[in-house]
């Protein structure tokens, strides 16, 4: 065994249940380098990551570190091997500090040294150029400066083999970089990173060498600088593919929804939504970008009925636009049934698919009639339309199912998202909001549903498209509206706007409410 | 080759055929017979003998088969209460307290208002009953709904709320004057009592409709839709514009309604009265029945009579085998207790260091 080799894999398997997750996967990582794990969702990166950090233990195969067999049971035996996971959701406790957050957990006796510990988190910082307050509670901190926290917590203790699974899912492209550059420093240390991603760009900017499953197998490890996206792609998906968006002119687009300084309190009494005003047009797509959290789904939930707030969201029914509907009908106050009641049809495909859109436990039938259910018979619901809708869903969708009753939890995500849309649309709706509508689908299901919003855009349907994959959106939306804490920080055009602008607009506001390390 | 495995790991099994499911259950219920016999031989009888007797005892004679029946009307009539509750995850462990106050409803009527021809008293205690019993459950309901209390407790203290009552009745203001000072309540007037058919109270085939009733209710009515809907999800629900308060309310209204009738059918068709222990503790084994039976009402009649069964054959052994009611009560909670753990099995399989891939189960 050559002794550059930090992490060897050999033949890992893992099954859940009759899904085989990981298939006999072998690879090595060697230290001092950055090496990307990509695959689509569902590929199985994140199970195999799991357990080299001992939160999953294989059922066959065998794990070596620098050059040794070893066992890993708990994140403990981890640890002590030197292997640090930064997870996708944080796990920090928000009421402490982040020094206090780093060495939690930590065997020790007695009181707290927190000079010794302020001292050698920022001897760590200093290294790898953080910008870190040890001091700083957590549910103070923006997500990028959490992240840090978590870093600087596996480094602490010690961690020379560092995964991060898609850590750049929640940053700015100015924060993306940032995190680089740091990674950067740390391989140059001779650490060994492994990142998990499913973004090519950055694939690309970043890794030394790129490995890649698909559907639980290994394909291959390349160098980065021997290959390019599309062949990237091609492995990830098995077939080559075309990486356009289509995005059709709108045909004379009128306004539909005019909204007009909406505010929203959450249950803790922060502004989530604040004075927000914009139009979204008929015939058109209108993009939400903003960094996660910034109000988007309180202001889809707004539209749909589904949350309390002040201000004004105007409906336009006629398409003409003629006088009679000049005020347009007002839809704060009213919720989901009483905006059915209007004859207005707003479709709405939620974040929170299986929390929200869909009863997990239900079969596609139960889910076709949710929101139609009440029709028909007084006493007895009719589940005959629906089924013809699901099975009608299932053929012009391409859905894998094995039946209409089989539970959709069962299915995989991209197939319980061509359920939730399949059922919006078929609504013939007038508005359709879509949140994060592509997360976690594989590269085909994407682009299906991106096709399905542009027929709905070319039908003459207002489209909201919240987004966080920012080249997604700039290739796909007519306009994209930024969100930024709350706040609208402008309204950019999708055919002329880049990348850096967007992302400029998403911190904002950022630069006056918290002191973000001037990005 | 794996060296430090650790001993044994538990994982989630995929589908498992029903074939399979029911092997694992006839099983549990062998092991159970086995492990009970054990106790049986400890206390110096012969299993078999033990055993043949409790069915003798419950199925084997008119009477004692009218009796297994008679034990069975409310655990089957409480445990339908409880399905629309429990299918949309509101956990309402506060049957005991609906059946006992739907007594107490029906009871006033059975011994006040006795001028009343047998026909229209009846039904006067019925609709007390469900009323009663209704409103017993729509307190936790409405709290729930507009304040988010939690229902389990909330539920489990209304239970001593009604046993307290209860003794309140019993040992004022409806004592009985010919009790010769005992605080017991008098026995109702032929006109409040039940009919028979087939030798056991008219209840059988009351409960037996509500099962049907309920069982179409959960399945095919749009009110049992959207019991599904917020079980699984109140913000699912909210999004498809339900009412999600109306619906809890609605829901457990007709889950104490149901209890509470149970409680009639207990005091006018079994006891003829009402003491302490018309309920007995029928609305906790009543959520044993409905989980058991995975919420299903058809199911629930064989769970509840299997129970009925079990309750009525470890009366017989105490008669003819001497053996003492606690000993009696472990056999019966060693079946239960089988019959509850091999759920476990049925959804997860339990991998043995060393045995990875022949422990892996088709």
Request: charged fraction near 20%; glycine fraction near 10%; hydrophobic fraction near 45%.
């Amino acid at each position: 065994m050559e002794p550059s080799n930090a992490i060897e894999l050999k033949d890992i398997t893992k099954t859940f249940g009759e899904v085989v997750a990981n298939d006999k996967i072998s690879l090595t990582v060697r230290r001092g380098e950055i090496l990307s794990l990509l695959g689509e969702n569902g590929s199985g990166k994140t199970t195999l990551m799991n357990m080299l950090s001992g939160i999953y233990f294989p059922d066959s195969g065998q794990i070596f570190v620098g050059g040794k067999e070893v066992t890993i049971r708990s994140p403990r035996d981890a640890y002590e091997l030197g292997i640090g996971m930064i997870h996708q959701h944080f796990k920090l406790v928000d009421v402490l500090t982040a020094a206090e957050n780093i060495i939690l957990g930590l065997p020790g006796k007695g009181p707290l040294d927190r000079k010794a510990i302020a001292t050698e988190i920022s001897r760590i910082s200093r290294k790898y150029g953080f910008e870190i307050d040890p001091n700083r509670k957590i549910y103070e901190m923006a997500v990028s400066e959490k992240q840090t926290v978590e870093i600087v917590k596996v480094l602490y203790r010690g961690a020379d083999i560092l995964i991060l699974d898609e850590p750049t899912a929640v940053l700015t492209p100015q924060e993306t970089e940032k995190l680089f550059s740091v990674l950067r420093n740390m391989k140059a240390d001779g650490k060994a990173i492994i990142i998990i991603t499913h973004k090519l760009h950055e694939v690309m900017e970043v890794s030394d060498r790129v490995a890649v499953l698909r559907k639980g197998a290994y394909i291959g490890t390349v160098d980065t600088d021997q290959t390019d996206p599309l062949k990237l792609t091609e492995m990830m998906v098995g077939r080559s593919v075309s990486l356009n968006i289509d995005r059709p002119e709108p045909k004379e687009p009128v306004d539909r929804l005019r909204v007009e300084d909406l505010t929203c309190v959450n249950d803790e009494g922060v502004t989530v939504l604040d004075h927000v005003s914009f139009t979204a047009r008929g015939g058109e797509i209108l993009g939400v970008a903003g960094i996660a959290g910034s109000g988007q789904k309180e202001l889809c939930e707004a539209v749909a009925g589904l949350q309390p707030v002040t201000g004004h969201i105007r409906y336009f029914p006629s398409e003409d636009g003629t006088a009679a509907s000049a005020e347009g009908i007002e839809l704060v106050g009213r919720d989901p049934m009483a905006i059915r009641q209007l004859g207005i049809s707003l479709a709405f495909v939620p974040e929170d698919r299986l929390g929200m859109g869909l009863v997990a436990g239900m079969g596609m039938t139960d889910n076709m009639m949710l929101r139609s259910y009440r029709r028909g018979h007084p006493f007895l619901a009719d589940r005959k339309p629906p089924r013809e809708l699901a099975e009608t869903i299932i053929r012009e969708l391409e859905v894998v199912t094995p039946d209409v009753s089989t539970p959709v939890r069962r299915l995989s995500g991209g197939n319980v998202q061509k359920v939730l849309v399949g059922r919006e649309i078929a609504s013939g709706p007038s508005v359709l909001m879509a949140a994060y509508p592509v997360r976690g689908l594989d590269i085909n299901s994407s682009y299906i549903i991106y096709h399905l919003l542009n027929k709905q855009k070319q039908r003459g349907v207002a489209v909201l498209y919240v987004g966080e994959d920012l080249d997604v959106l700039l290739e796909l939306c007519d306009r994209i509206l930024v969100l930024c804490g709350g706040k609208v920080s402008g309204v950019a055009d999708g055919r002329t706007a880049t990348k850096e602008q967007i992302g400029l607009m998403m911190t904002r506001t950022d630069a006056e409410g918290r002191n973000g390390h001037g990005a | 080759m794996e060296h430090k495995q650790p001993l044994f790991r538990i994982a989630k099994r995929g589908d498992i055929s029903k074939g399979r499911a029911l092997m694992i259950r006839a099983a549990a219920i062998l092991l159970a017979l086995c492990t009970g016999g054990l106790i049986v031989m400890a206390l110096g009888h012969n299993p078999m003998a033990v055993y043949a007797d409790m069915a003798r005892g419950a199925l084997g004679t008119h009477t004692g088969l009218r009796e297994t029946v008679k034990l069975t009307v409310p655990l089957l009539g409480a445990a339908v209460a409880i399905a629309p509750a429990f299918k949309m995850k509101f956990w309402n462990i506060g049957a005991e307290g609906q059946i006992l106050v739907g007594a107490i409803a029906a009871t006033y009527f059975g011994l006040y208002q006795v001028h009343l021809p047998q026909t229209a008293l009846l039904v006067a205690m019925f609709l007390a009953a469900a009323v009663a019993g209704g409103v017993w459950g729509l307190i936790p309901a409405a709290f729930k709904a507009k304040w988010g209390t939690n229902e389990t407790l909330f539920t489990l203290m209304l239970n001593y709320i009604a046993l307290g009552m209860e003794q309140y009745l019993q040992n004022g203001p409806w004592k009985d004057p010919k009790g010769t000072g005992f605080p017991i309540i008098a026995m109702f007037a032929k006109n409040a009592r039940l009919p028979k058919v087939l030798g056991v109270h008219v209840g059988w085939i009351i409960v037996l409709v509500f099962m049907v009733a309920m069982f179409v209710y959960l399945r095919y009515s749009k009110q049992g839709y959207e019991i599904a809907v917020v079980g699984e999800s109140e913000r699912t629900a909210r999004y498809a514009g339900m009412n999600v308060p109306h619906i809890i309310m609605r829901t457990m209204f007709l889950s104490g309604a149901i209890s509470g009738i149970t409680g009639f059918l207990v005091a006018a068709g079994a006891d003829y009265t009402l003491n302490a222990n018309t309920a007995g503790g029928t609305g906790f084994t009543a959520i044993t029945v409905a989980w058991l039976a995975g919420l299903n009402p058809i199911i629930m009649l064989f769970i509840a009579f299997f129970l009925a069964i079990l309750e009525k054959g470890s009366n017989t052994i105490q008669t003819s085998f001497k053996i003492p009611a606690s000993a009696a009560e472990v056999l019966t909670g060693i079946i239960l207790f089988f019959m509850l753990g091999c759920e476990f099995f049925i959804r997860y399989r339990v991998i043995i260091r060393g045995k990875g891939e022949s422990g892996h189960e088709h």
